[in-house]
């Protein structure tokens, strides 16, 4: 397993922007297979559900529809950090934010790599509030 440590969040006004970042210490993936990286979100009385992800290997990005064009996920490898760059946040975009990692790129793309039910590590975090 992993451990993922959140930062960014906050309040923002709606049509404002904000920043999560991921980091990944210590890694321990088997970077082989290669690994994914995605942030969900989850609001009150709904389901998570998966907004962005990034792939190793040819670096494939998805996105939730109700983002894109408004949210940017990029990897620095040499930091081991994804950032998930939110534009003209909307009050539909308030929730609490979770990174996850997927240990297998071929078990992800198998899964979907906006499904919950690929990655088998998770941070703790982080509340998003748009106004």
């Known amino acids: 397993h992993v451990q993922l440590v959140e930062s960014g969040g906050g309040s923002v006004q709606a049509g404002g922007s904000l920043r999560l970042s991921c980091a990944f210490p210590?890694?321990?993936?088997?970077?082989?297979?290669?690994?994914?990286l995605a942030w969900f979100r989850q609001a009150p009385g709904k389901e998570r559900e998966g907004v962005a992800a990034?792939?190793?290997?040819?670096?494939?990005?998805y996105y939730l529809d109700s983002v894109k064009g408004r949210f940017t996920l990029s990897r620095d490898v040499a930091e081991d950090r994804v950032d998930l760059e939110m534009k003209s946040l909307e009050p539909e975009d308030t929730a609490m934010y979770y990174c996850?990692?997927?240990?297998?790129?071929?078990?992800?793309?198998?899964?979907?790599?906006?499904?919950?039910?690929?990655?088998?590590?998770w941070g703790r975090g982080t509340q998003v509030t748009v106004s």
């Open positions: 996850a990692a997927g240990m297998s790129r071929t078990y992800v793309r198998l899964k979907g790599e906006l499904n919950e039910a690929a990655y088998g590590d």
């Open positions: 210590g890694a321990t993936y088997q970077r082989d297979r290669g690994y994914c």
């Open positions: 990034i792939c190793t290997g040819d670096g494939s990005t």
